[in-house]
């Protein structure tokens, strides 16, 4: 069993359209937990970052971690064609740089 | 401006040669960090280097090997003894001590002929 599971799509959406992505974990050290945004052939630009469970909001983009079930997640709303990209969420435990990468998930948005 | 720089962007090796990737950063970033990403995986770490002249293997080191001399710089060399040595090499830094989010360079593309 991978440490970080996530669903690598691909997903297709309408434009307009509320978008979840989502990642599951298996190591209950993971504190820290980010989601990044990669474009094609392009470096991971970091999106969000969050540290206790709940809700943090930034714009059109909602991250919402439950520690307890061990489960993260990335709203997007109001979905554009530039949101298009490939969503990897990351985490870390505390005070430890060894940082666990999801496989990352494939998303369109079509206009 | 601030950043993570990293060259070339695409590289191509025959078999059997050492190539090194360039990666450098201007953002006072104690730490630095090599991934390979394939696709349809995560990315798995290479080696990163928390100080000045000291680094650590991370998850997938074989085959590779780096410096780091400067505070700035974590070039990273590909042998020959890395057999699938093919993919999207990305250098990352960060504060030690900060909350761990990394930032990542533009990536460098390997090709072996």
């Known amino acids: 069993q991978k440490e970080v599971e996530q669903d690598p799509g691909p997903l297709s959406v309408p434009e307009g359209a509320i978008v979840s992505l989502n990642c599951t974990y298996s190591?209950?050290?993971?504190?820290?937990f980010m989601w990044y945004r990669q474009y094609s052939r392009k470096g991971p630009e970091l999106l969000m970052y969050?540290?206790?469970?709940g809700n943090k909001e930034d714009g059109r983009f909602t991250a919402q971690v439950d520690k307890s079930s061990k489960y993260i997640s990335l709203f997007i709303r109001d979905s554009q064609p530039s949101d298009s990209a490939t969503y990897l969420c990351?985490?870390?435990?505390?005070?430890?740089?060894?940082?666990?990468f999801g496989a990352g998930t494939r998303l369109t948005v079509k206009p | 401006d601030g950043g993570i720089t990293q060259s070339p962007k695409y590289l191509f090796r025959k078999e059997g040669q050492n190539v090194t990737l360039s990666c450098e950063q201007n953002?006072?970033?104690?730490?630095m960090y090599w991934y390979r990403q394939d696709p349809g995986q995560g990315l798995r770490l290479i080696y990163y280097?928390?100080?000045?002249?000291?680094?650590q293997k991370g998850d997938i080191a074989e085959g590779y090997s780096v410096s780091r001399e400067k505070k700035e710089s974590f070039p990273l060399t590909v042998t020959s003894a890395q057999k699938n040595p093919t993919a999207f090499y990305l250098c990352?830094?960060?504060?030690?001590?900060?909350?761990?989010?990394?930032?990542f360079g533009p990536g460098t593309r390997l090709t072996v002929l």
């Open positions: 190591n209950s050290a993971f504190q820290y």
């Open positions: 969050t540290y206790s469970s």
């Open positions: 990352a830094s960060n504060y030690l001590g900060s909350h761990n989010e990394q930032f």
């Open positions: 990351a985490m870390t435990p505390y005070n430890n740089n060894d940082m666990r």
């Open positions: 280097s928390q100080i000045v002249n000291d680094f």
């Open positions: 953002l006072n970033h104690d730490a």
